[in-house]
């Protein structure tokens, strides 16, 4: 059983392209995450989010929206894509007082 | 905000012993961790402090000295399967409950 699986793991799309990606754990834990990691592996917090509270990185474009039909899910949607937006995208949950766990990753790569 | 500073790469023999160190500044901290990252795949959790001192698992130990804004990540008995990047992140709760990475240092062990 995957913790925290994502989907898809590859994603090649022509720029202007809308295209979502999907997040689900199934760790029971409260909270999730996206994060950005770019070419020079460097992770970036996009968002956080509980049942209760969304939290944005300032520095995200409103392009990029979460969309969580449940506690279990946090899929990451992302409109009119641009060339800077290649770069793998984890998913990430926590639990209060325990770990954070981390999905595989999908590689987007934008053309 | 947060500032974290870790080197970028660091190079070590097989058998030797290796210590990444990590300063960081932030506003409410409240965690330090330690992720490993294989070239292609997600950060997998090492160590975690909350409180000063030593943490030791295994050949990996992790310190923390919060008066300092200091951390270290020691890795022993060093072996070619140790080569990854190196993570060091903090929860700071002025930032919600995201962790906040650095960016990241490559290890790379030779024979």
């Known amino acids: 059983d995957t913790a925290v699986s994502q989907t898809p793991k590859y994603l090649v799309t022509q720029m202007g392209n809308d295209k979502s990606i999907k997040c689900e754990q199934n760790?029971?834990?409260?909270?999730m995450y996206w994060y950005k990691q770019d070419s020079k592996k460097f992770l970036k917090i996009m968002f956080s989010?509980?049942?209760?509270?969304?939290?944005i990185n300032e520095t995200v474009p409103n392009r990029f929206s979460p969309k969580s039909p449940d506690k279990a899910h946090l899929n990451l949607h992302i409109n009119s894509l641009e060339l800077g937006d290649s770069a793998v995208y984890f998913c990430?949950?926590?639990?209060?007082?325990?770990?954070?766990?981390f999905g595989s990753g999908t590689r987007l790569t934008v053309v | 905000g947060q500032n974290i500073d870790q080197p970028t790469e660091m190079t070590a023999t097989e058998g030797a012993i290796v210590q990444i160190n990590c300063t960081y500044q932030?506003?409410?901290?409240?965690?330090l961790f330690w992720y490993q990252q294989h070239a292609g795949e997600a950060p997998t959790f090492l160590s975690y402090?909350?409180?000063?001192g030593l943490e030791e698992k295994g050949r990996f130990s992790s310190f923390l000295s919060r008066s300092k804004g200091y951390s270290y990540l020691l890795l022993k008995e060093l072996q070619m399967k140790d080569s990854a990047s190196y993570l060091c992140?903090?929860?700071?709760?002025?930032?919600?409950?995201?962790?906040?990475f650095g960016k990241g240092t490559t290890l790379s062990v030779s024979s």
């Open positions: 989010y509980n049942n209760k509270e969304l939290i």
């Open positions: 932030t506003s409410g901290f409240n965690g």
């Open positions: 992140a903090v929860r700071d709760d002025q930032a919600g409950t995201a962790l906040i």
């Open positions: 990430a949950s926590s639990q209060e007082k325990r770990g954070y766990t």
């Open positions: 760790l029971g834990h409260d909270t």
């Open positions: 402090n909350v409180l000063d």
